[in-house]
T-cell receptor
Framework: QKEVEQDPGPLSVPEGAIVSLNCTYS??????FMWYRQYSRKGPELLMY????GNKEDGRFTAQVDKSSKYISLFIRDSQPSDSATYLC?????????FGTGTSLTVIP | NAGVTQTPKFQVLKTGQSMTLQCAQD?????MYWYRQDPGMGLRLIYY???????DKGEVPNGYNVSRLNKREFSLRLESAAPSQTSVYFC?????????????FGPGTRLTVL
């Protein structure tokens, strides 16, 4: 079983939609949770970072962590064509990052 | 400020050939990392260097060697390339040695081994 599971999609939504991206994990030692965005043929860039259960908001993006269910989510409000990318979740127990496989998102104008 | 740069951008090798992937960062970061990204596998850590002069194995180190040449540069060497090493390779850096630090990634090297 992989440490981190993420649905690869692809996910296609109309502009303005609310997008929900999710990851599950099995290791209860994970304490730090991150979301990266990766545009085609580019390196990943950090979007959001949290190390507790609950919600964290940054503009149109909200990261949600539920440690009891070992489940994290990224919500994108008012999605834009520029949000079209692959979104990677990542998590760490403190000594190494473990990445999901990424979900490919396309926002259609 | 270029961030993290990688050379080459693309490379095709024959089985058994060797090559070195170069990585440099201009952010005065202490820690540097090499990952590979494969479809369905996500990003996997090959080696990392918590600080200048130190290197440690990650999740998939077999078939690779690394050199932390100085604080700026961290190279990855394939001594005898195999088709299983066909992948996209990313170098990253972070300010401190903590795994909670933001990692900044380079643009990647796309390697094909025939």
């Amino acid at each position: 079983q992989k440490e981190v599971e993420q649905d690869p999609g692809p996910l296609s939504v109309p502009e303005g939609a609310i997008v929900s991206l999710n990851c599950t994990y099995s290791n209860s030692a994970f304490q730090y949770f991150m979301w990266y965005r990766q545009y085609s043929r580019k390196g990943p860039e950090l979007l959001m970072y949290t190390y507790s259960s609950g919600n964290k908001e940054d503009g149109r993006f909200t990261a949600q962590v539920d440690k009891s269910s070992k489940y994290i989510s990224l919500f994108i409000r008012d999605s834009q064509p520029s949000d079209s990318a692959t979104y990677l979740c990542a998590m760490s127990p403190g000594n190494q990052f473990y990445f999901g496989t990424g979900t490919s998102l396309t926002v259609i104008p | 400020n270029a961030g993290v740069t990688q050379t080459p951008k693309f490379q095709v090798l024959k089985t058994g050939q060797s090559m070195t992937l170069q990585c440099a960062q201009d952010m005065n970061h202490n820690s540097m990392y090499w990952y590979r990204q494969d479809p369905g596998m996500g990003l996997r850590l090959i080696y990392y260097s918590a600080s200048e002069g130190t290197t440690d194995k990650g999740e998939v180190p077999n078939g690779y060697n690394v050199s932390r040449l100085n604080k700026r540069e961290f190279s990855l060497r394939l001594e005898s390339a195999a088709p299983s090493q066909t992948s996209v390779y990313f170098c990253a850096s972070s300010a401190q040695g903590s795994w909670t630090d933001t990692q900044y990634f380079g643009p990647g090297t796309r390697l094909t081994v025939l």
